[in-house]
């Protein structure tokens, strides 16, 4: 919902209804997000150090796998759906997905990090998350 307000009304001219296809974007865009967490998330709670020291670990190590890996491949990807004959293509596939990518990419790359140097979790050690996994019953 709040993708939709802003594409509406902060950056005007996105006449973009809720409908199926916003929907099954919406979620998609979840994934997306994920995607781009996940990676600075895990290798934040792998660093050793203060929260601070942490996050730019996390940042220096994973930040360029992020953005050449992942945002660039998503990028060209949704390029090529801006040259689509289809209105249908253009406003619910590209606009929204390269809003998606970019929001994203701003949530993984710059706020994730100053959260978690804020008020990121203690580190994790490598064999104590082994261990208390390894406890876990199999069903």
């Known amino acids: 919902m709040g993708t939709m307000w802003m594409l509406n009304e902060v950056f005007g001219s996105y006449p973009i209804e809720m409908n199926a296809v916003f929907v099954v974007n919406l979620v998609t865009s979840l994934g997306f997000g994920v995607e781009f967490c996940n990676h ?3 290798n934040f ?3 050793p150090g203060d929260k601070e020291t942490r996050a730019k ?3 220096s190590d994973m930040g360029s796998s992020v953005l050449v890996g992942i945002a ?5 990807g949704v390029i090529v759906l801006a040259f689509a004959p289809s209105t249908l293509f ?6 929204m997905y390269l809003f998606i990518i970019l929001l994203g990419l701003f949530n993984g790359l710059m ?3 100053l959260v978690l140097r804020w008020i990121g979790p203690e580190p994790v050690s490598i064999l104590l998350l082994f261990i208390n996994l390894c406890r876990i019953p199999m069903r």
């Open 40 to 42: 600075i998330g895990m």
């Open 45 to 47: 709670m792998r660093q």
């Open 57 to 59: 670990r996390a940042l």
């Open 72 to 76: 660039s491949t998503k990028f060209i």
């Open 90 to 95: 253009k406003l619910y596939y590209f606009r």
């Open 111 to 113: 706020f994730l990090p």
